[in-house]
């Protein structure tokens, strides 16, 4: 029967002599033979041994879950238990890799639109990023409820071009006036901007935000901080945050 110094069988799994002892002084290498003068030597089973433990750490297996795989006198009773696990686990780690990478992409887009880069650039992007889900969610709210006056208000331009019924573009009038008024009021405390010139995030007045300049994704207002005025990006308020809207 062939023996192998620590050396070979590093060298014919590919891994390091290091790696070799290391796994003998946690107990799932113990080598077959030692020398007078302390050499291990391994036997062939050692070294098939070795393969298999090569192999289960290149599926991710910790070395405490094959030292409980080489315990067990049926081994086939925890070797399902122990992939399911790993599986779990891999598959945990690729998600929370797919999202990291996701806000990587997002970074990168996000940086690629700003005019002059700084490093509370990238708190800026970080900060819309982490907030676009609550700022989805708040214009989804806006739009449903404003979807009941559009149709009115459509269906009574409709019937008074085709059949002259004007009063129901009156209710749509006396219906939509209250409803920019409360809905103006509860969108401007719901809401924060980012000023692009010292990074400040505020509230602005009803009044102000209201009849601002805007796009879908940022409206024209005066930063309280600097005095900045242009585009600043809107995003969801925090809740904690006081709202100075009046």
Not at 18 to 23: A, E, G
Not at 43 to 66: A, N, P, T, V, W
Not at 98 to 115: F, I, N, Q, T
Request: hydrophobic fraction near 40%; charge should be positive; proline fraction near 4%.
């Amino acid at each position: 029967m062939p023996k192998y110094t620590t050396g070979e069988i590093a060298k014919l799994c590919g891994v390091t002599v290091r790696t070799v002892q290391y796994y003998d002084t946690r107990g799932i290498l113990v080598p077959s033979e030692l020398t007078e003068g302390g050499r291990r030597l391994y036997s062939e089973d050692d070294l098939k041994r070795m393969k298999i433990i090569c192999f289960l750490r290149d599926l991710g297996l910790s070395i405490d879950s094959i030292r409980q795989l080489f315990a067990e006198e049926n081994p086939g009773s925890v070797v399902s238990l122990l992939l399911d696990q790993q599986e779990a686990a891999l598959k945990k780690e690729i998600g929370e890799r797919e999202e990291k990478l996701k806000k990587l992409s997002d970074l990168k887009a996000g940086l690629k639109s700003v005019r002059e880069f700084s490093v509370e650039s990238i708190g800026d992007i970080a900060y819309i990023m982490t907030n676009r889900k609550r700022l989805r969610n708040l214009r989804i709210i806006m739009v449903l409820t404003s979807l009941p006056l559009g149709i009115l208000q459509w269906s009574s331009i409709i019937l008074w071009i085709t059949r002259g019924i004007r009063w129901l573009f009156l209710v749509w009038v006396i219906a939509a006036v209250p409803y920019a008024f409360f809905f103006g009021r509860w969108y401007f405390r719901k809401m924060a901007y980012i000023c692009p010139q010292c990074h400040t995030v505020f509230q602005p007045t009803v009044r102000e935000g209201f009849w601002a300049d805007h796009t879908p994704a940022a409206r024209k207002l005066t930063c309280p901080s600097c005095g900045h005025k242009g585009f600043c990006v809107e995003i969801a308020a925090e809740s904690e945050e006081k709202n100075n809207a009046q």
